[in-house]
Structure formats: structure tokens, C-alpha cells
């Protein structure tokens, strides 16, 4: 069963930054184009960055020139560098494969942009 793993999150004030990670578990990594995804309270999840397995980058507008996402097939990792964030950036994150079907989501990390 593959797991996915995220990490980073936290508290921060608005302009602040944060890397946040992915870890997933077994061989299937390198094979998929992968994705951070996001939930705010209230709103339903919402893709916001996504990767393809060669390496190119895509973003939602509302992140486009603050976040950086970025993949390492060694560490079967993908991340994603937030910077200036904002109050509207608050959700918890997730990763996913970009495929047919989702792998089962991980428990996600909580970003909270707060002054």
C-alpha cells in the first residue's frame, strides 16, 4: 500500500515562508506527475501546484510566482516552497499523483498564515 506522507507546515506570519514535504512510500514515484493540493475550512480541495515527471512546473494563479514546486525521484519526495504567504493561503496541504485515480490521501499538514 502506498503512503503519502506530508510535513512542514505551520504558523506564520503573512509575508513568512515555508517548505513543505511529501514523502512517498514505495517504487511508483519517478512513474508519476504529482501534485499539492489544498483544503481550506469550508471550501473544497483545490489543486494548487503540480509536477510532471520530467520536471515541469505548473501553478494555480492565485500562488503563481510565490510557490516553487519541485520533485527529488532519489528521495521518492516532492516539495513545495511557499513564499510571501498570505492570510488567504491558510489550508491544509496534500500531495497526490496526478493520474486516473488518486492514491489514498495522507493526513496532510496545516498551514496557517496568521498575523
Known amino acids: 500500500q502506498v503512503q503519502l506522507v506530508e510535513s512542514g507546515g505551520g504558523l506564520v506570519q503573512p509575508g513568512g515562508s515555508l517548505r513543505l514535504s511529501c514523502a512517498v512510500s514505495g517504487s511508483i514515484f519517478r512513474f508519476y506527475a504529482m501534485g499539492w493540493f489544498r483544503q481550506a475550512p469550508g471550501k473544497q480541495r483545490e489543486m494548487v501546484a503540480g509536477?510532471?515527471?520530467?520536471?515541469?512546473?505548473n501553478y494555480v494563479d492565485s500562488v503563481q510566482g510565490r510557490f516553487t514546486i519541485s520533485r527529488d525521484n532519489a528521495k521518492n519526495t516532492v516539495y513545495l516552497q511557499m513564499n510571501n504567504l498570505k492570510p488567504e493561503d491558510t489550508a491544509v496541504y496534500y500531495c497526490?499523483?496526478?493520474?486516473?485515480?488518486?492514491?489514498?490521501w495522507g493526513q496532510g499538514t496545516q498551514v496557517t498564515v496568521s498575523s
Open positions: 497526490n499523483i496526478l493520474a486516473s485515480s488518486w492514491l489514498n
Open positions: 509536477i510532471t515527471t520530467g520536471g515541469t512546473a
